[in-house]
């Protein structure tokens, strides 16, 4: 017998997107269930679009603080 691979994998052209999970009836977490949306062009090119606008957020954000830092005189570090 052939194995399968699970659905929602990206061979099988789906893409992970997040997950979710409901709850109890005492407010806790049932187990976690991943989403999947069909990984076709236009999903293809709003996760790239996605990725350029986080990059140049965080590059926006990086600039103000080594800014920030040189301002104050306070050595760049974590």
Not at 30 to 55: H, N, T, W, Y
Request: with cysteine; glycine share 8%.
């Amino acid at each position: 017998m052939e194995e399968r691979k699970p659905a929602g994998t990206e061979e099988d052209g789906y893409i992970q997107v997040g997950v979710t999970a409901m709850r109890d009836e005492n407010g806790d977490f049932l187990p976690a269930v991943p989403l999947f949306i069909r990984a076709d062009d236009s999903a293809i090119a709003g996760e790239e679009q996605l990725i350029k606008d986080l990059a140049k957020l965080v590059a926006h954000r990086m600039k103000a603080y080594i800014d920030e830092c040189r301002r104050s005189g306070k050595p760049l570090g974590w």
